[in-house]
């Protein structure tokens, strides 16, 4: 079964420093495409950002990066220089070349001032 | 360049009333995706549509839940005879085609609350 696992409830971070959010999948696919969005109060469902699996460069947004680790089936999220507009709920999604996101559970991020 | 808009954004229904959900995609966009998202859970794919096609149901239940999107207007999510577990937020999202590995756009969600 293709399963996406978040396994930090929630996780907490000093202004300006340097949080990493971890997520794990299971595919049988060799080709597929990971995101994190971001979820603040609003509801909205934000892209931070996104990578492709046969790339093997690691994926960068400005305060945004990724640890992609593909034989460990391993897609963790950096956020460097936490600010406060960062809190919200980080959703891991992998897409297995289809149109059916596969979202993990989710990791509460509060930035403390 | 509006982005997915959906409405009610709150919606209050009383057990065994029915729920419609509404979606209006990007413009430009003929392709939209139902997401269901539990309490503390991430979102789950219910249902793929195109204009006038149901593409991909796999995800919504049998019974209760049907979902159209037709030539004109938004595209609408139905639950008949809710249930109090059905209390949801129900994310609708666009993409220009039916590429998955395209970004997906959002809407705000429909907080679906059942007394």
């Known amino acids: 079964a293709q399963t996406v696992t978040q396994s930090q409830p929630e996780m907490s971070v000093q202004e300006a420093e340097t949080v990493t959010l971890s997520c794990t999948y299971d595919?049988?696919?060799?080709?597929?495409?990971l995101f994190w969005y971001k979820q603040p109060p609003s509801r909205q469902m934000i892209l931070v950002i996104r990578q492709e699996a046969y790339k093997q460069q690691n994926a960068t947004e400005n305060r945004f990066s990724v640890n992609f680790q593909k034989a460990a089936k391993s897609f963790s999220l950096k956020i460097s220089d936490s600010q406060l507009g960062d809190a919200a709920m980080y959703f891991c999604?992998?897409?297995?070349?289809?149109?059916?996101?596969?979202f993990g559970t989710g990791t509460r991020l509060k930035v403390l001032a | 360049n509006a982005g997915v808009m959906q409405n009610p954004r709150h919606l209050v229904r009383r057990r065994g009333q029915e729920a419609r959900l509404r979606c209006s995609p990007m413009k430009g966009h003929s392709h939209v995706y139902w997401y269901r998202q539990l309490p503390e859970e991430g979102l789950k794919f219910m249902v793929y549509l195109q204009k006038e096609n149901i593409i991909d149901e796999s995800g919504m239940p049998k019974e209760r839940f049907s979902a159209e999107f037709p030539k004109e207007g938004p595209s609408i999510l139905r639950i008949q005879q809710v249930v109090r577990g059905d209390s949801a937020a129900y994310f609708c999202?666009?993409?220009?085609?039916?590429?998955?590995?395209?970004?997906?756009?959002f809407g705000s969600g429909t907080q679906l609350s059942v007394l």
């Open positions: 999604a992998y897409i297995p070349g289809t149109y059916k996101y596969i």
């Open positions: 595919t049988s696919e060799s080709d597929y495409y």
């Open positions: 999202a666009s993409s220009p085609s039916g590429q998955g590995v395209e970004k997906l756009f």
